[in-house]
């Protein structure tokens, strides 16, 4: 009897499905990430014109309303827990957007403006969408974004919620324009 209870507790813990595991990236600092809007601008104004220099493409300037239409827009998602694309159109004038989205305070603003620009690696001088490598222009659009020689001015946001950080830049005028080339 002993064995068949034993032989049935093993057969019970073989079949029961085991729990997917949780996926947690090496940190480079401990501690909750530093914040405040003087530092997102620094780094998203360095991520930005660095990604746009290596890429021959003149620096973009920062500007405040399309900061203020970032904010609204991350505050918005922070608060519904969605991570989707904002309606268009935009603001005041046509915006291009790029979001982003981790666990809160896990990120510095580098490594989020990093997260971009590591898409190059796919990014090839075609017509938008078949500027990528792999086939899918998503698995580029906001490197193309950030260094689209059109664009001339951006204004990037967070908003937090419990869980997650939310990172929302709006571009002037914006880039990925079907049929045309980046750069």
């Known amino acids: ?14 079949s029961a499905e085991a729990p997917p595991q949780r996926v947690i990236e090496q940190r480079a600092f401990a501690g909750q990430a530093p914040r405040g809007t ?7 104004i360095a991520g930005h014109n660095d990604a746009r220099a290596a890429a021959g493409v003149a620096p ?4 405040a309303t399309l900061a203020a239409d970032a904010q609204a827009y991350a505050n918005e998602l922070a608060r519904t827990g969605r991570f989707e694309h904002s309606r268009e159109p935009r603001g005041r004038v046509p915006e291009g957007e790029n979001l982003w989205t981790g666990t809160r305070g896990a990120y510095r603003y580098d490594e989020m403006m990093g997260h971009w620009v590591a898409e190059s690696r796919y990014y090839r001088p075609r017509p938008t969408p078949d500027f990528s ?10 490197y ?3 260094i689209w020689r059109g664009t001339t001015e951006f204004g990037c946001a967070t908003a ?17 324009v079907m049929g045309r080339m980046v750069m």
């Not at 003087?38 to 998203?44: D, F, K, P, V």
């Not at 937090?160 to 990925?176: E, I, K």
């Open 144 to 146: 193309t974004q950030i």
């Open 38 to 44: 003087a530092l997102l601008r620094q780094a998203m």
């Open 1 to 14: 009897m002993r064995i068949w209870l034993m032989a049935l507790a093993l057969l019970a813990s073989c």
């Open 60 to 63: 973009l300037t920062w500007d």
């Open 160 to 176: 937090t919620n419990a869980t997650d950080d939310y990172l929302v830049c709006r571009y002037s005028p914006p880039g990925n």
């Open 133 to 142: 490598t792999t086939g899918r222009g998503e698995d580029v659009a906001h």
